[in-house]
């Protein structure tokens, strides 16, 4: 892990996938989803104090009149101004309007928390990165279902796209 980046309010979101009650239960590691939810809403209430932009995404499945039971966002996650989308892939850029709603917003750069490190938001940082946002990694805020695919992610595929820091590592200076 490197230096975190001072990080711009106004252009900065903070975006935590699959935070959902189905998917926080599962037997994650290297920590338990409940950590991950932990770590997640703090760092959201930190952004929301500075006025960033939060995005909470989740996933449908396609074509079911009824999504699974805990399909929704972990109770007490959503605030009033965030922003949820609904993804129907692994990654939450493709099929959704999450590029223009952030690029509406005037964000550039994009802090990734979220289950599981190494799909869903893998999936959704690489499409951010060929996007062109700039991208950090909050480690600690994110789980998978096995320690190495989450340690696969974080040491080799993550410093390539961005910054990998931990949550409490994040912090906002004044826009430039």
């Known amino acids: 892990m490197t ?5 711009d309010p106004q252009r900065t979101a903070l975006v935590l996938v699959d935070l959902m009650e ?5 037997p994650l590691e290297p920590r ?17 104090a500075e006025g960033a932009l939060v995005v909470l995404v989740r996933v ?5 009149a009824e999504q699974p039971p805990g399909s929704g966002l972990v109770a007490g ?5 965030d922003l949820e989308v609904v993804k129907r892939t692994i990654g939450a850029f ?6 223009a709603r ?18 869903g938001v893998e999936s959704t940082a690489r499409a951010a990165a060929d996007l062109g946002y700039d991208l950090v990694f909050a480690e600690d805020a994110m789980s998978a279902f096995t320690a190495a695919e989450h340690e696969a992610s974080v040491r080799l595929d993550f410093p390539r796209l961005g910054t990998v820091v931990r949550a409490a590592e994040v912090r906002f200076g004044a826009g430039e």
């Open 3 to 7: 230096a975190a980046p001072v990080l």
């Open 22 to 26: 189905r998917i926080v239960a599962l």
């Open 32 to 48: 338990k989803g409940i950590e991950v939810q932990s770590t997640a809403e703090e760092l959201a209430s930190v952004f929301r």
């Open 60 to 64: 449908e499945r396609p074509a079911l």
């Open 77 to 81: 996650l959503r605030h009033a101004g």
């Open 94 to 99: 493709q099929g959704t309007e999450l590029d």
């Open 102 to 119: 952030l690029r509406e917003h005037g964000i550039d750069t994009l802090v990734f928390g979220g289950i599981t490190t190494n799909l």
